[in-house]
């Protein structure tokens, strides 16, 4: 799925009343909360920080009273409010805290999840922007513009950026003794 | 560092994603450094976010968001429904304050010459007298309820 971006902002429509009725709500949250919370999981490393941010993204698109063209256009937003909650928590964050846990510290129980697999831990060595830009890009699918613009970067340092963020996890996994084939820990 | 890449970058991403390969593009892919990194990053993601998809711990419940959504926007509704009283609310306050402000050199010629008429160091048995002065009764009454309209008022402005 590629991430167009949505033509109404947030703030645009804050005054509008709960557009959509609970059934669409759970259509909706019904195929889209699995795959945001992986990447608000992947991007923050707190699986716990992940549900609430999860739940905070869906809250704040139905006060909003976004209505969206379809499922797809509401999808996209949201992304769009992970987002930038995400940016707002690194943002509130001491600096060392946008780096995860490494492994042999006492980390909770959370933790231990986002580092359970090579993938992970490999994400959990890369910096917050570079884990939501990949992911964006890979599992999403997302364009180098609907990068940017999610992201509120310049458009033409994406591509940039984004090799460079790979660069980082390539490394990372074949530090791991990752290799194309042999990926899947 | 530039970001150089390659015109098979695209396909690449794609074929790594779905795990469909041609075999020409796997040949490049086997003679592509840049190309090979891709495959590596997007394979491992990809089997990651399957990883974390198949998790078994539960989703956050969606009831629970739909109704938080459902008390805010009654809230919200609530405090539109109430700024128009709460603004009428102090509108009253403001012209009371107006009209007393207006009235206040008038009034204390005429407390001031009532005061005068009292007899407060008069004994007990004088103070039904002086108890019911209707002057006295106002003033007081204008005290309490001056408190109690300023009381009001403040608690709006903090509201």
Same mark, same amino acid.
């Given at each position: 799925?590629?991430?167009?971006?949505?033509?109404?902002?947030?703030?645009?429509?804050?005054?509008?009343?709960?557009?959509?009725?609970?059934?669409?709500?759970?259509?909706?949250?019904?195929?889209?909360?699995?795959?945001?919370?992986?990447?608000?999981?992947?991007?923050?490393?707190?699986?716990?920080?992940?549900?609430?941010?999860?739940?905070?993204?869906?809250?704040?698109?139905?006060?909003?009273?976004?209505?969206? /063209?379809?499922?797809?256009?509401?999808?996209?937003?949201?992304?769009?409010?992970?987002?930038?909650?995400?940016?707002?928590?690194?943002?509130?964050?001491?600096?060392?805290?946008?780096?995860?846990? /490494?492994?042999?510290?006492?980390?909770?129980?959370?933790?231990?999840?986002?580092?359970?697999?090579?993938?992970?831990?490999?994400?959990?060595?890369?910096?917050p922007?570079?884990?939501?830009?990949?992911w964006?890009?890979?599992?999403?699918?997302?364009?180098?513009?609907?990068?940017?613009?999610?992201?509120?970067?310049?458009?033409?340092?994406?591509?940039?950026?984004?090799?460079?963020?790979?660069?980082?996890?390539?490394?990372?996994?074949?530090?791991?003794?990752?290799?194309?084939?042999?990926?899947g820990? | 560092?530039?970001?150089r890449?390659?015109?098979?970058?695209?396909?690449?991403?794609?074929?790594?994603?779905?795990?469909?390969?041609?075999?020409?593009?796997?040949?490049?892919?086997?003679?592509?450094?840049?190309?090979?990194? !891709?495959?590596?990053?997007?394979?491992?993601?990809?089997?990651?976010?399957?990883?974390?998809?198949?998790l078994?711990?539960?989703?956050?419940?969606?009831?629970?968001?739909?109704l938080?959504?459902?008390?805010?926007?009654?809230?919200?509704?609530?405090?539109?429904?109430?700024?128009?009283?709460?603004?009428?609310?102090?509108?009253?306050?403001?012209?009371? !304050?107006?009209?007393?402000?207006?009235?206040?050199?008038?009034?204390?010629?005429?407390?001031?010459?009532?005061?005068?008429? !009292?007899?407060?160091?008069?004994?007990?048995?004088?103070?039904?007298?002086?108890?019911?002065?209707? !002057?006295l009764?106002v003033?007081?009454?204008?005290?309490?309820?001056?408190?109690?309209?300023?009381?009001e008022?403040?608690?709006?402005?903090?509201?």
């Amino acid at each position: 799925m590629a991430l167009a971006l949505p033509r109404a902002a947030a703030s645009d429509s804050m005054d509008r009343a709960t557009a959509m009725d609970e059934a669409a709500f759970r259509h909706l949250y019904q195929h889209t909360a699995q795959p945001l919370r992986s990447y608000l999981l992947r991007s923050c490393g707190n699986a716990a920080l992940a549900d609430d941010l999860l739940q905070e993204s869906y809250l704040r698109m139905l006060r909003s009273g976004f209505e969206g /063209e379809d499922d797809d256009h509401r999808r996209r937003y949201l992304y769009r409010i992970g987002t930038n909650l995400l940016r707002d928590h690194f943002r509130r964050s001491r600096p060392e805290t946008d780096r995860l846990p /490494e492994r042999d510290d006492g980390r909770a129980h959370d933790e231990m999840l986002h580092l359970r697999s090579d993938v992970g831990g490999a994400m959990a060595e890369i910096g917050p922007r570079d884990r939501q830009m990949l992911w964006l890009a890979y599992v999403e699918g997302a364009s180098h513009d609907e990068i940017a613009e999610i992201m509120k970067l310049k458009s033409a340092s994406v591509r940039s950026m984004l090799f460079r963020a790979r660069k980082r996890l390539a490394d990372e996994l074949h530090s791991r003794g990752l290799r194309p084939g042999v990926e899947g820990s | 560092m530039t970001g150089r890449t390659c015109p098979y970058e695209e396909s690449v991403a794609e074929a790594a994603r779905s795990g469909e390969w041609s075999p020409e593009l796997e040949t490049h892919r086997n003679g592509c450094l840049s190309c090979a990194e !891709l495959t590596l990053v997007v394979a491992a993601l990809a089997t990651d976010a399957e990883m974390l998809e198949a998790l078994d711990t539960p989703m956050p419940d969606p009831s629970v968001i739909w109704l938080r959504s459902l008390l805010a926007t009654r809230e919200r509704d609530f405090h539109r429904a109430t700024r128009a009283i709460i603004w009428v609310q102090r509108a009253a306050v403001a012209a009371a !304050l107006a009209v007393g402000m207006a009235f206040t050199p008038g009034l204390w010629k005429v407390a001031r010459s009532a005061m005068a008429g !009292l007899e407060f160091s008069s004994p007990l048995a004088d103070l039904p007298r002086a108890a019911g002065s209707p !002057l006295l009764v106002v003033v007081i009454s204008m005290v309490v309820l001056g408190g109690l309209a300023f009381m009001e008022f403040t608690s709006l402005s903090e509201g």
